[in-house]
């Protein structure tokens, strides 16, 4: 694990809280520190704070994702506004925790991420119920989405939609659950493996940039909020 966090205080207690639960973890002070020892030795996961001097978190991201780097990266932002939390997800993070943050949250978000790409030795959570939608070997779809899940590509129509290792994995849980309300403590426990609770924005936060990737003019909504309950896809 590669951990880049500019406060001192706060790299060496996550650091040793990391340690003592199990992971090897290289910290490092700036992002041009964390893209060198990335580049040096490609880690399991990278935890990044979004606000370093230099080149910040964001940025470290956009570099190890333009080079075509897929490793999982956690990032650890006091900014506490959606917008900022989307700026991070566009820039290719896959989940982010904010400050001040509970270290057993840290740990449950970093074994989901690590769960997910098979790094981790935890197994997944079972899945609800799913409503079989038609299917062809390796893809699935229903209310005018097509997912390619080995390839991990997904189309609305003829428009192919770029989405991150989350974004995808929530709206695959969606269209395999077509027209089924999923609440909330359903999808935490299947995307995050974790359910963190009412006071939680996570979920809302990605719902709503998928639904800025999915949305055309002039096209139904398909993904719908039951309010008090969570979401269900849906082409109404």
Known sequence: MLLAEDDRAIRHALERALTLEGYEVTAVADGVEALAQAHRTPPDVLVLDV????????????????EGDRTPILMLTALVETADRIAGLDA???????????????????????RRTGNGTFDDAPAPPPREPRASGAQISAAGLRMDIQARRVWRGQRELELTRTEFELLELLVRNADIVLDHSTIYDR?????????????????????????EPGAPALIHTVRGVGYVLRED
Do not use: H, T
């Not at 606000?51 to 333009?66: K, S």
């Not at 974790?194 to 999915?214: E, H, I, M, Q, T």
């Open 92 to 114: 290719g993070a896959d989940d982010y925790v904010v400050k001040p943050f509970d270290v057993e949250e840290v740990f449950a978000r970093l074994r989901a991420l690590l």
């Open 51 to 66: 606000m370093m001097p230099g080149i910040d978190g964001l940025q470290v991201c956009r570099v190890l994702r333009a």
């Open 191 to 215: 995307i995050w493996g974790y359910d963190f609770g009412p006071g939680s924005k996570n979920l809302a936060v990605y719902v709503g940039y998928l639904r800025r990737k999915l949305d």
